[in-house]
């Protein structure tokens, strides 16, 4: 495999030959005490530590020695992709979060509800709270490139115990706090996870069932709540920061100051979608690149200037939520609100509504589920209101979309319809004060974006994977053109490899936010690399002349034929849920087989506590059976009765679909409606509500069965 460029390989002997490159943007940072000014004479030792910090730990970038782009070993170091384009000098996670702290010092950074108050932390006491927890990490025998598992929902504990991890010479493996006792034992050991902190009682036992199967596991850590039982080596989160008191800051900042930022610090599970889960190795300078360069696409802005505000809720574990919460809340001071732990179960809006946060991500379901309970709000007003709602809706829908491509100005009627309706809309939602709105970690309907441009709400896509530390395109208030999911990241490139002759190819990264390789998995990691170093998404896509990349689909979900035909699934499914709004999920069904079939989710109710759906349907697919001359409130009643009106409604919605086909091959034949929706709960959505396409198949392979009898 070639391992670089001419130009790359000689800008890396020469860091190697120097042992340093330039400082110029470290130099620049203003060094003193760095001390919380309102607590001004407190903490004098660390006041002192920091500044020896400060001083020394920013004097040198150095590089570990490196031949090959990519490695395996968890203690394997990378050639860095620096080249003409992208010169930055590399720094860790710690000289990142030490700029930070010397810039923001005195700023908040986290803020926690407890008992209906807002608990807030500096940037000053994050830093030493991390320093804490890696001297405790220490003390409980961490040892260099092993993991310390992080299991459980968002919170100022997690982001400290992440940080304090990756401080104490480890590696910061989150786990998700949907997984299955099995799938966290997967995950442990593959990572040689000495330390796994957990969030509660529910997430502890499942440690507890598989404690003794993970031989390097040395402690447990609860966080949220003091443990239940007294068992060795469980400590409460009091407890485990009392354990390092006594570890010299000297051992601490001699681990600090071996770290390279060509090393591996984060890993990123996949969530297993399409196989085992793979472990995504990530450097500091894959994690502090994008998290300082590559997030300059997002209009971020510098807490010194105007302090962002965002809410934590998505899984950490997840590149999206933990790039967009963490790495990038260091860099540029934001303001972290952390949700609570029952966030997808309703309270988000209200955290929201309380916070006004500036700016706001989520992934596709969260959106379409906000979508929902709007369009739910919005059909129980009066017959006068539901119209000047749905005017000014469609007011602003036009205005956005004439706008779209280029900032030209919105005319009078748009300010008339945003300031007398749409305004106080945003606020119900808690969006008076937010000005980016981020999507991730999937592709969006257009339905969704069109339905929040109808709000005035610009969705902003971030287009990526673990394997490219998150974001590679982004759209954004200087690049936005609809459906695409923007240009290229400023410092990073792309190319689409074996392009057919309606230009449509694998889209490929490059850039120094690619990750280090999947842990012990060489054959995987040759198979998601080229030779010469370019990163494979697996996703099919077209680039116009200006650079917006339209994302069509995947390959491993391209749908092959009996007949050759090869079908992505994607704008097949989008396409029948934007004919009819009452579909909640439509997967496509044809692999090897003669003609196409599709099973159906309908909208419905979830269970407040759990979850998962109900048979209820929601209020506007009742309306919309209404209709129809339907009396149907439950799934169970159009199945159970082949509800006339309602089929017929989904037969002609797939006419349409299919008059759109461009070949007979592309048609949809048959189709049934499944009598429960997707859930993570149930299994077909991963834990960033990804389709399981697998999973699916397997579940409901009787169904599919059916279509194909003769």
Known sequence: MASETSQTEDLQEEIHENGEVQRDRLDSLPLGSMSDPRKEGENQDASQSQRRSVEEVLARVVLAPAQCLWTTEAAGSVLLRIDEDCTEEPVTVHQMFLASVQRYGGLFALATKKQDKWEKMTFCEYYQGARKAAKSFLKLGLQRFHSVGILGFNSAEWFISAIGAILAGGIMTGIYATNSPEACHFVASDARADIIVVENQKQLDKILQIKDQLPDL????????????????????????????????????????????NQCCVLIYTSGTTGMPKGVMLSHDNITWTAIHASRAGDMTPADTRQESLVSYLPLSHIAAQIYDLWTGIHWGELVYFAQPDALKGSLVTTIREVRPSSHMGVPRVWEKMMEKIKEGIAQCGYMKKKIVAWAMSVSQEANQRCANKDGEKPFLFALADGLVLEKLRAELGFSCCQKFFSGAAPIGSETMQFFLGLNIRMYEAYGMSESTGPHFMSGAR??????????????????????????????????????GYLNMEDKTREALDEQGWLRSGDLGKMDAEGFLFVTGRIKELIITAGGENIPPVPIEEAMKQELPIISNAMLIGDKRKFLSMLLTLKCLSNTETMEPTDELSLEVVEFCQALGSQATRVSDIIGGRDKAVYQAIQEAIGRVNARATSNAQRIQKWTIL???FSITGGELGPTMKLRRPVVLKMYQSEIDNFYKE
């Open 218 to 261: 040395k402690a447990i850590v609860q966080y949220s709540e003091p443990p239940q039982k007294n068992l060795p080596n469980l400590y409460s989160w009091e407890e485990f920061l009392d354990l390092g008191l006594n570890v010299p800051d000297k051992e601490l900042d001699d681990i600090i100051d071996s770290q390279r930022p």
């Open 479 to 516: 690049g936005y053109k609809l459906p695409s999911c923007g240009k290229v990241v400023p410092g990073c490139k792309a190319k689409l490899a074996d392009v057919d002759a309606d230009g449509t190819g694998e889209v490929c990264f490059w850039g120094r936010n690619v990750f280090m």
């Open 675 to 677: 009598p429960r929706d």
